[in-house]
């Protein structure tokens, strides 16, 4: 079992800092408009020859009420009848894509985001899941990873069995904090008593998966009234949690703008957050998956850690990273093979694009040899907090000191500030680095420095 996780507050002073999260390498960030529907055509064919596994996320982006924290790609209407033009044309897109693909290649993951999926009508729900079944080669019997953000406030005992009936068999539910100051200073109000609901009718239904979202670092949050939403959270018996880092780019995010910034926790107060939240996780038996993810020995990421399996893509750590993923609907992004590719983020553009029977590809990138020999390295790091040279070495023909040798200098002061274990062998991050996995993983990535780092959050 790997070690707990230990906290250092000097060592967090020095290297929280801030950077990418390594859903991909490269990320985002380095996607270009240089890449077509034709590069994801010829993606889907190798795909479709190797027979490769398959790992669906859908996009479904309205929200009766906006969130101040929020940075996700979303449209706020209290029109319902918004999400009819939007289905069709992502029905179409399903369409485009499955032909190209072949029936034997199984969905063995599939994720409906947001937005808020359940903003979508029961029948428009029916409606969308037939489509996939008619154009994927889903499981039907309850083996795969079919996963659905929840909104507690969107949904009831009949929506989640609707959804059990439907094939999902996990649900993500977003809560953020209890306290009702903090919730109205982010415009969510969300009791403690609808969510208990929504996770009492998951339970009863089988579903075989809760997580549950907090975010800490929002307007009028404290040390102590977060902790005593951790508590009552512990108290729901989840079994996975993500706890972000409330990262406040008004910027680049429109709706925290509304955010008042003197409302905001100080620094110091976030770091008592974090350093409690890890506290009361570990004392309830919670392990530390890595990048905000909590989870019960149990549980599928917990296992896969320990046995060096787990891995890392478009939404967040999984065990299903030997699938291609594909993205479908507004702003999905796809990794198929070698190909990252994003569709179009304006929804009107994305409409439109698919009304004229084309694929609504906008940019992405096609991964170069460095870039999948760093892939690699990060991925190691950042899912099991190890890395043996010699596997990468066997598995790109390289001299990994010699191949990496200008960095040799950061990563012997790393080791010797305690974050990492460095030897000829290979890196171990240490129990007090494991929170700051991502400095360790910024050390790799050769595209960093051309980037300023406003775009990022910071590690902690």
């Known amino acids: 079992m790997l070690d707990a996780i230990r906290w250092d507050t000097d060592l967090i002073r020095r290297y929280d800092l801030a950077g990418p999260r390594y859903t991909s390498y490269p990320t985002a960030v380095q996607f270009h408009s240089q890449i077509s529907p034709f590069d994801l055509l010829h993606a889907l064919r190798d795909s479709r020859k190797a027979v490769r596994p398959l790992s669906l996320y859908v996009h479904v982006p309205f929200c009766a009420n906006i969130c101040y924290y929020c940075a996700c790609n979303k449209v706020i209407t209290k029109d319902r009848g918004r999400a009819l033009p939007y289905l069709q044309r992502l029905e179409q897109e399903i369409q485009l894509i499955a032909c190209h693909l072949d029936p034997a290649q199984k969905v063995e993951q599939l994720h409906f985001g947001g937005g808020t999926p359940t903003f979508l009508s029961h029948d428009e729900l029916r409606q969308l899941m037939a489509h996939l079944r008619k154009h994927f080669n889903l499981l039907d019997d309850d083996s795969g990873d079919y996963g659905i953000e929840i909104d ?21 539910i977003g809560l953020q904090d209890l306290d009702p100051a903090v ?8 009791s403690l008593e609808e969510t208990r609901a929504v996770i009492d009718a998951a339970r009863t239904l089988q579903f075989r998966s809760i997580n549950i979202d907090l975010i800490y670092g929002l307007p009028k949050q404290t040390p102590e009234n977060f902790a005593r939403t951790v508590d009552e959270v512990i108290s729901l018996q989840p079994d996975r949690l993500s706890v972000f880092n409330y990262a406040h780019l008004p910027d680049r995010f429109m709706p925290q703008r509304r955010i008042n910034i003197n409302e905001l926790p ?14 009361q996780l570990t004392a309830a038996g919670y392990r530390y998956i890595g990048m905000d993810h909590f989870a019960l020995p149990d549980d599928e990421l917990a296992i896969a850690q320990e046995e060096s399996t787990l891995q890392r893509n478009f939404q967040g750590y999984t065990t299903h990273g030997h699938c291609d993923l594909i993205g479908l609907g507004v702003s999905a992004i796809s990794q198929i093979g070698d190909l990252y ?41 950042i899912c099991n907090f190890s890395l043996e040279f010699a596997q990468i070495e066997q598995a790109f023909n390289i001299d990994f000191q010699g191949y990496f040798g200008e960095l040799w200098p950061q990563l012997q002061d790393m080791a010797k500030d305690g974050l ?4 000829s062998q290979g890196i171990t991050v240490l129990p007090a680095g494991r929170l700051l996995v991502r400095s360790v993983c910024m050390v790799f990535d050769a595209y960093f420095e051309q980037h300023s780092r406003q775009r990022f959050s910071r590690v902690i």
């Open 152 to 172: 507690p406030r969107e949904a009831d005992w009949s929506t989640m069995g609707l959804l059990r009936e439907l094939g999902f068999n996990r649900v993500s």
């Open 183 to 190: 919730q109205r200073a982010v415009n969510r109000l969300q």
């Open 266 to 279: 100080t620094p110091a107060q976030k770091l008592q957050m974090l350093q409690r939240t890890i506290e």
């Open 341 to 381: 590719c994003q569709n179009n983020s304006d929804l009107t553009q994305y409409q439109n694009t698919l009304a004229s029977a084309q694929l609504a590809t906008s940019r992405g990138l096609s991964c170069n040899a460095d870039d999948r020999l760093r892939r690699a390295v990060i991925q190691q790091l």
């Open 420 to 423: 990492i274990e460095l030897d």
